[in-house]
């Protein structure tokens, strides 16, 4: 999993410059898509990198690449910079967003494959992983032709059944579920309060959690996938064993020392 983590030293940049942002509570300024932050420097890095938040840019503090910009900066482009290369810009910052979803979509296939419940379908993740992999070598011009929404549809059959799987194993106790599962797909939660609710195992898929208060609840074996944590309360939260839950959805959350954490995952700087 180490090169599905972001590497800033080995990259251009690209989230800086080849993404779009607009001016809200999460960025101070509007800034369009292929064109440079203006606190981006020269040497590719962030001139007010050490004080982001008190900026107005905690939505960069969130930001996950899933290590796609050193892919396409040290791989896809071998190492040749975009910084006065137009044409090279251009398809850069075009191939980018691409490797992003490539690598986001390997990060929940490789997730799902330390899960002991799979097993029926572990040959089958491991496939989808290694031609996913295969799709991550190509051509910025090949990987710009790709139908990515299709794929994504594709593998997201295997997330829905690995998400199954593992509830199902976690709550098996030799006579059928103890519990039916809290389904809470595509919600809107925000602001919601379930403070120390047993939500062990809830299907959060696509769920809008922003400025949800989840403080002391029990989330062990949630599904997080697409889910919207933004200014959600964490603070002593359970979310150990919770399943594809990524480090920019804990990045743009609220949470402190208490929280319980999955191991593929770090605590954010900014908790306390």
């Known amino acids: 999993m180490a090169e599905l983590r972001p590497d800033c ?104 494959l330390i899960h002991p419940a799979v097993g029926p379908i572990r040959s089958e993740l491991s496939h989808a992983s290694a031609e996913t992999e295969k799709l991550t070598r190509l051509s910025a011009e090949s990987i710009n032709a790709l139908d990515l929404h299709a794929l994504q549809a594709k593998l997201n059959q295997l997330f829905v059944e690995t998400s199954g799987r593992v509830w199902r194993t976690s709550q098996s106790d030799g006579a059928g579920l103890r519990k039916k599962r809290a389904d809470f797909c595509n919600a809107d939660l925000i602001g919601k309060n379930f403070c120390k609710m047993d939500l062990s195992g809830a299907n959060f898929r696509g769920a809008y959690l922003i400025a949800a208060d989840l403080s002391h609840a029990d989330l062990s074996g949630a599904d997080f996938i697409g889910a919207d944590l933004r200014d959600a309360n964490l603070c002593g939260a359970n979310l150990t064993d919770s399943i594809f839950l990524t480090q920019a959805q804990l990045n743009s959350a609220q949470g402190d020392a208490a929280t319980r954490l999955p191991v593929l995952l770090d605590r954010p700087m900014h908790w306390h």
Not at 26 to 50: E, V, W, Y
Not at 81 to 107: C, N, Q, R, S, Y
């Open 9 to 112: 030293s080995r990259c251009f940049g690209l989230c800086c410059a080849a993404l779009p942002f607009t001016h809200s509570a999460d960025f101070a300024i509007d800034k369009p898509a292929k064109m440079p932050c203006p606190n981006l420097q020269a040497d590719c890095r962030c001139l007010i990198h050490s004080c982001l938040r008190e900026k107005g840019f905690k939505g960069c503090i969130a930001f996950e690449c899933f290590g796609a910009g050193q892919k396409v900066s040290e791989q896809t482009f071998a190492g040749v910079d975009w910084h006065g290369h137009k044409k090279t810009a251009e398809k850069m910052f075009a191939v980018f967003p691409k490797m992003i979803m490539l690598h986001e979509l390997l990060w929940y296939l490789n997730e799902a």
